[in-house]
């Protein structure tokens, strides 16, 4: 499975959409998933023991480990990047179970529901005009945090920049 993997990973570096950092993060996940294989199955894997139940029980094994909703769902989008690329290049047939495939048919019951909370586009705007009419030094460090954040689209669980600098929450 190596040289597979590593044609995967370079089938990524031509795609401009996947960062370095991504490749990497990828081919780690891809190493957990198979060094969990290969202790489970107590043989070196191959790529037909890349099946749903197998998936299923990597990412259970990596939930129950602690590991961070995030975590998994991008160990997920690898695993299905992979088996897209492993089908796609004759390395294996997809099985599918009740017409889902594989990466859906893994984890769609293993991820916790997500606690992400979202600001409604007002609540910005409210924001982001209160951090605009503090002339403190310690607003513009506010602003290019929020900038960074509603660039990026950087999840965040809780901003706690109200009420430190004399900020009155918004309703």
């Known amino acids: ?35 969990y294989l290969n202790r489970s199955l107590k043989h070196f894997p191959t790529p037909s023991d890349v099946d749903t139940q197998s998936i299923a029980s990597f990412l259970e094994y990596e939930r129950l480990s602690g590991r961070k909703v995030n975590t998994l769902l991008r160990r997920k989008a690898a695993l299905r990047l992979f088996i897209i690329f492993l089908s796609k290049n004759g390395y294996i047939t997809p099985q599918f179970e009740d017409n889902k495939p594989i990466s859906q048919k893994s984890v769609q ?7 992400l909370q979202f600001s409604a586009l007002g609540q910005i705007r409210k924001l982001l005009r209160t951090i605009d009419s503090n002339k403190k030094p310690i607003a513009r460090r506010d602003s290019a945090i929020m900038a960074l954040i509603l660039e990026t689209g950087l999840p965040v669980r809780k901003i706690n920049i109200l009420g430190s600098e004399g900020y009155r929450p918004v309703k």
Do not use: H, N, V
């Open 1 to 35: 499975m190596q040289a597979e993997i590593r044609a995967f990973l370079a089938s990524l570096e031509s795609q401009p959409s996947y960062s370095i950092s991504t490749r990497l993060a990828y081919g780690s996940d891809l190493a957990r998933f198979f060094d």
């Open 109 to 115: 019951s293993k991820l916790p529901a997500s606690t």
